[in-house]
């Protein structure tokens, strides 16, 4: 079965710096993998997602992801933190397209804390 | 502008009661799918449905049940049989043309006492 693990449940940076979160993933086949935000008692917001090609990933708000297949990874980067940039992220995988629907598994979240 | 209504933004319950939460969306999507979210344990998928009068269980179904009478609503009801329903719920949709993007609601916060 497919798994996500992010492995710092919370990260603090300040303002202006640069932020790398962590995604590692497990998945049989070529994964599908996204990046979802959420702001305190909201819902998800999708930054960006990998289906193939190029292995860097632009999204939105500034923030771009990387591909690693070697290392299963997706990691998620941004070069310089806004305050308004504190959510909680979410890394997910794509498991399996069941006809129109598609399944997602997702970690369990990293909360950023921006300092100012 | 198109999107996903959820409501109550907060419910209260009794134990022992069984509770609906809506969701509807305007986006003409036909996937819709219903999570749970519990602090430090990220998104469970509790039912998902493909079309209209067809729906599938998650990862975690017991408890709840679901309806899919019209492409634009989803209902969730949690029931009494539901251990542990105290939580933060989130329905989203897929265009069937890209099911892996799925578009999130705002979310229902449900306490049950």
């Known amino acids: 079965a497919q798994s996500v693990t992010q492995p710092d449940i919370h990260i603090t940076v300040s303002e202006g710096a640069s932020l790398e979160l962590r995604c590692n993933y497990s998945y049989g086949a070529t994964p599908y993998l996204f990046w979802y935000v959420q702001s305190p008692g909201q819902g998800l917001q999708l930054l960006l997602k990998y289906f193939s090609g190029d292995t860097l990933v632009q999204g939105i708000k500034g923030f771009e992801a990387e591909f690693k297949r070697s290392q299963s990874s997706f990691n998620l980067r941004k070069p310089s933190v806004h305050w308004s940039d504190a959510a909680e992220y979410f890394c997910?995988?794509?498991?399996?397209?069941?006809?129109?629907?598609?399944?997602?598994?997702f970690g369990t979240g990293t909360r950023l804390q921006v300092t100012l | 502008d198109g999107g996903i209504t959820q409501s109550p933004k907060y419910l209260f319950r009794k134990e022992g009661q069984n509770v609906t939460l809506s969701c509807e969306q305007n986006?003409?999507?036909?996937?819709m799918y219903w999570y749970r979210q519990d602090p430090g344990q990220g998104l469970r998928l509790i039912y998902y449905s493909q079309i209209v009068n067809d729906f599938q269980k998650g990862d975690i179904a017991e408890g709840y049940s679901v309806s899919r009478e019209k492409k634009e609503s989803f209902p969730l009801t949690v029931t009494s049989a539901q251990k542990n329903p105290t939580a933060f719920y989130l329905c989203?949709?897929?265009?069937?043309?890209?099911?892996?993007?799925?578009?999130f609601g705002p979310g229902t916060r449900l306490t049950v006492t």
């Open positions: 989203a949709s897929s265009n069937p043309s890209r099911t892996y993007e799925q578009y």
């Open positions: 986006l003409n999507h036909d996937a």
């Open positions: 997910a995988v794509g498991a399996g397209n069941t006809g129109t629907a598609s399944k997602l598994t």
